[in-house]
């Protein structure tokens, strides 16, 4: 008890700072239980490698990544399984590897690992990794992972990009997911880099961020959130979009950003105005919202700056983020035929809630018992035998699919971000807009699928066989149910996905497990 107990006031004391080494591309990645204070609350957590957020996983576009998690896990109110899911990474061949539990794997038991081995050959940006198995993200397994391109086509626009320019947001709970409501009326505090403060916490420390003046910076801002979307702004600076979600994009200059739940965006600001301390901001979109004392805050320090909080005051935003402002640096071709339906295979999802479940054509997400991958393994190939029933669609190999999201207050929490496993698609129709855009549209993995009259609408070509999830982010609302699984090219899955022994032997264990265990 006593080891434990001074590891666990070793993690809060390592809290303090909001930058640790990065690990990759080959990396132990250690699972366990810490009671740490980011926001000066402290709780017990999930944490990566002793620390929350988890280290930065850094590699180069081509690398081998082997990521061995270790499941060290004790408290089973967090859940003492995991599985990890590596958010944005198309796992072309390695299906079994993406992480979301009880689509492409059973958990991993406590006392075990698991050997995530995948390749990267042609993407580089910005991504994220997190735990995909019920709410335990909420938690604190979530960290960023970036992939950087020796080649990259806007290199001459930044003068520094490393692992001090990554900025997570994360919501955080005083109280663990499954103790709290079932949809939590809003986070206690907005944690900038792992450090923030809450109404009850005023003197918490607050990262800083340390630019030196004339320099360019390339900034990483991940979205780790559960829930809310947040607004970022930089006091007194504007940002110039380059990349979203790993598709390089046209420079793009705002002065705020609306980014949802998992959604990821790298900006260049140029440290162009007087040494000085600037407010950092990440404002949710409900809860516990401003900027009073110090909340939903962090701090951009010029060198030579003094050690102080800034005093600097918000402006309105004149030029916030537009998603259809937003287009690929070059051109992507758009699936289909320039009209909306004009695809190999259109699916509307029609969303709905009875008061406990969301539910998506009439169907609510169950985790099946045998992970869908496993299913399809073993044989089953229709929609109609595939579990959980009326959850899985079936896609036709090297067609072009279209999937239409329309809001409704049928559905309540909007907006709701979707995320599509495998792929980026192109957002041909974004929230906000009626418009069609079949010519240049952004590319992403993650879009917000907007408010009640609108009619979100993506593209993508069934260019890698598997089990794809294509979820809600806000984490409790897919723990709701708030999912469907695209099962691309069934009939070619098994042969161009070829399974570890290691991975075959996850569900064999996970079904010896006492509940107490789980």
């Not at 709780?43 to 576009?61: E, H, M, Q, S, W």
């Not at 997911?177 to 939590?184: D, H, N, T, V």
């Not at 051109?331 to 009875?354: Q, S, T, Y």
Request: glycine share 8%.
């Amino acid at each position: 008890m006593f080891h434990f107990r001074c590891f666990s006031l070793f993690v809060t004391a390592a809290l303090v700072s909001s930058t640790f080494g990065a690990i990759g591309p080959r990396a132990d990645l250690v699972i366990s239980n810490a009671a740490i204070a980011p926001d000066g609350f402290t709780r017990d957590a999930v944490v990566v490698n002793g620390v929350f957020p988890g280290p930065v996983i850094t590699g180069k576009k081509g690398d081998n990544f082997q990521l061995n998690v270790i499941d060290k896990l004790t408290n089973h109110t967090m859940l003492k399984t995991t599985s990890i899911h590596w958010h944005g990474l198309f796992q072309e061949g390695t299906t079994w590897a993406d992480g979301p539990a009880f689509v492409s794997q059973c958990p991993i038991a406590s006392g075990h690992s698991f050997l995530y081995d995948f390749n990267v050959p042609d993407q580089a940006g910005t991504y994220w990794y997190h735990s995909h198995l019920s709410t335990q993200y909420c938690d604190g397994l979530r960290g960023p992972l970036v992939i950087y391109d020796p080649h990259d086509p806007q290199a001459h626009l930044y003068d520094v990009d490393n692992e001090d320019t990554v900025i997570t947001l994360a919501d955080w709970y005083h109280v663990a997911a499954k103790l709290g409501p079932r949809f939590p009326l809003g986070a206690d505090a907005t944690l900038i880099n792992g450090l923030g403060r809450s109404s009850s916490t005023p003197t918490a420390n607050l990262s800083v961020i340390t630019v030196e003046q004339g320099k360019r910076y390339r900034f990483r801002l991940v979205s780790l959130s559960c829930d809310p979307n947040h607004t970022f702004s930089i006091d007194g600076h504007n940002m110039t979009i380059i990349e979203v979600e790993g598709v390089n994009s046209k420079p793009l200059t705002v002065d705020s950003i609306q980014i949802f739940a998992a959604q990821r965006y790298s900006f260049v600001l140029h440290a162009n105005q007087p040494v000085n301390n600037y407010w950092i901001r990440a404002n949710p979109n409900f809860g516990t919202v401003g900027f009073a004392g110090g909340i939903n805050s962090a701090i951009l320090r010029y060198k030579g700056a003094p050690d102080a909080e800034p005093n600097t005051t918000q402006t309105p935003s004149v030029i916030p983020l537009v998603e259809t402002n937003l287009h690929p640096l070059k051109p992507m071709a758009v699936p289909g035929r320039a009209e909306p339906g004009g695809v190999d295979k259109a699916i509307n999802l029609a969303f709905n809630f009875n008061g406990t479940n969301f539910f998506i054509n009439n169907a609510t997400f169950t985790p099946p018992s045998v992970p869908v991958l496993l299913q399809i393994l073993s044989g089953v190939h229709s929609a109609q035998e595939l579990l959980p029933p009326g959850s899985v669609y079936t896609l036709p190999p090297r067609s072009s699919v279209e999937i239409t999201m329309p809001a409704t207050t049928m559905a309540p929490g909007s907006p709701h971000p979707f995320h599509l496993h495998g792929h980026v698609f192109a957002v041909v129709r974004s929230a906000g807009s009626t418009e069609y855009n079949f010519d240049d549209p952004i590319f992403r993995d993650v879009v917000s699928t907007g408010q009640p009259g609108d009619n979100v609408t993506i593209r993508f070509e069934t260019n890698n066989p598997g089990p794809w999830f294509l979820h809600c982010h806000i984490d409790f609302h897919l723990e709701a149910g708030f999912a469907v699984v695209m099962a691309e090219d069934v009939a070619d899955v098994k042969a161009a996905n070829p399974v570890p022994k290691e991975w075959s032997n996850l569900c064999p264990i996970y079904d010896s497990l006492a509940p107490g265990d789980l």
